[in-house]
């Protein structure tokens, strides 16, 4: 099956650093690739679509330029959290989709995030 | 996106019980997912529904895409202890592309 991967798994920063958060497929291509953010016991709330090779989407109320997104290639986007604050913390998750995203997601392992 | 409403927002059921939850939402959806998520890790699909009326099964788990296309149900048949987790619906609105709404998930608690 489709397989996403994340890296860090974990990071804890100190606030007004920037941390930088990748999101990998590792057996498709994946087109489209998205990021969602996930406060605890809640639900997962997206954040931009991302399509390689151009500028990412953002859902409202996400600023676009705390978190920058680039997918450069078909199996790699980068989420960087800048100028990271305590608020920022939080499990995010990336997903890929290798049919334009249109039908399945698959979700990567999620990364937590702790801004101290 | 527009959050899905889903139900129960937990479940506390016995070891061999089955289980059911639902997803509605206000809006015509293409298509519904389901989806588990362990702590600390990403969600796992579950089951996917394309067409309304579609009645898909996957082992112990059958989900359904409502004939309206704005509500799905999952069930669960004869519980284990694994089928411990947070269950979430999400669905595929016809006028937002690519984007995923979800639900705020379904706990399920599983006694042995």
């Known amino acids: 099956g489709a397989v996403v991967s994340q890296h860090p798994s974990w990071v804890i920063c100190k606030s007004g650093t920037s941390v930088k958060i990748e999101c990998r497929s590792l057996?498709?291509?994946?087109?489209?690739m998205f990021w969602y953010r996930q406060f605890p016991k809640q639900s997962l709330m997206l954040m931009a679509t991302?399509?390689?090779?151009?500028?990412?989407?953002?859902e409202q109320g996400v600023e676009k330029d705390k978190f920058l997104i680039n997918h450069a290639s078909l199996t790699l986007s980068t989420l960087t959290v800048t100028s990271a604050h305590p608020e920022d913390s939080s499990f995010y998750i990336c997903?890929?989709?290798?049919?334009?995203?249109?039908?399945?997601?698959?979700f990567g392992p999620g990364t937590r995030l702790t801004v101290l | 996106g527009q959050q899905l409403n889903q139900s129960p927002q937990s479940m506390f059921i016995q070891e061999g019980e089955d289980v059911s939850m639902n997803c509605t939402s206000s809006s015509i959806f293409n298509t519904w997912l389901w989806y588990k998520q362990d702590p600390g890790e990403g969600p796992v699909l579950l089951i996917a529904l394309y067409k309304a009326g579609e009645l898909t099964s996957n082992g112990r788990l059958t989900a359904q895409f409502g004939i309206t296309r704005k509500d799905s149900f999952l069930n669960i048949s004869a519980s284990i202890p694994s089928d411990v987790g947070i269950y979430f619906c999400?669905?595929?609105?016809?006028?937002?592309?690519?984007?995923?709404?979800f639900g705020k998930g379904t706990s399920l608690l599983v006694t042995p």
């Open positions: 997903s890929a989709s290798d049919r334009g995203g249109d039908n399945e997601q698959f």
């Open positions: 991302s399509n390689e090779g151009s500028k990412a989407t953002y």
């Open positions: 999400a669905g595929q609105p016809s006028n937002s592309g690519y984007a995923l709404n």
């Open positions: 057996d498709f291509q994946a087109t489209t």
